[in-house]
Structures are given as C-alpha cells and as structure tokens.
C-alpha cells in the first residue's frame, strides 16, 4: 500500500513537473511573441518616423524652391525682376533690378539666366524719328 502510494505521488509530481515544464514553454513562447510584436512594432514606428521625416524634408524643400521661385519669378504681366543693359561708354554690361530700383554692374548672383530680360538698347534709343 505504501509502495502504491509512493508510486502515485511520484506520477502525481511527475505530472506537475510536466504541467510546470508546458506552462513554462508557453510563457517563454508568449513572451517571444511578446517580444517579436514589440520589435514590430518598434520597426513599424521608426518607419512611420522616417517616413515623417522625409515628408517634412520635401516639404522644407518644396517651400526653399517655392521662396526660390518668388525671388527669381516673373511679374504677372511678364517682366523679368533682372534688365541687362550694355553700355557704349564703358563697353560692358550692367543689370537692373525693376523691383528694387538698384543697378549694378556685375551680374547678380544666382539668378539664372531665364529670370534675366536681356534689354535691346535700340529700344531706348535717343534718336526718336
């Protein structure tokens, strides 16, 4: 009887044991899942800030190019901000800003080419017929 009841506390505990083993497995199973869905979703979130991050450089650069464009741009009625003249005396060109009113002799810098009016001097002619 003894040895009977020795033989069904050590299945007893051996089943516990067992349970103990499986609970532990599906914790360290859980927790895994746990951990993989925490990288997830740490991945997904420097993605989403990445991608933020982007947005806001091309916007930063849409609003550069756009003040770019406000600066060098056209009138509505078509004139250019920047004339170039030449001048006989001096023999070279010389640039005016229709804006601003300034004149200068070097070409402003950085304004392409398409944003500055290359101005016919026979239009300003002083011998009206």
Do not use: C
Not at 88 to 106: A, M, Q
């Amino acid at each position: 009887e003894e040895a009977e009841e020795a033989e069904e506390a050590e299945e007893a505990e051996e089943a516990e044991d067992a349970e103990a083993a499986e609970a532990a497995e599906e914790a360290e199973a859980a927790e895994a899942a746990g951990e993989a869905e925490a990288t997830e979703a740490a991945k997904a979130a420097e993605a989403a800030k990445r991608a933020k991050a982007a947005e806001a450089a091309a916007a930063t650069s849409k609003e550069e190019e756009s003040e770019d464009d406000e600066e060098f741009s056209q009138f509505g009625d078509g004139e250019k901000i920047w004339q170039q003249f030449w001048n006989d005396d001096y023999r070279r060109h010389y640039y005016h800003n229709v804006e601003t009113g300034e004149t200068i002799w070097t070409r402003p810098e950085g304004v392409p080419d398409s944003e500055i009016e290359v101005v016919d001097e026979s239009d300003y002619s002083d011998d009206e017929e």
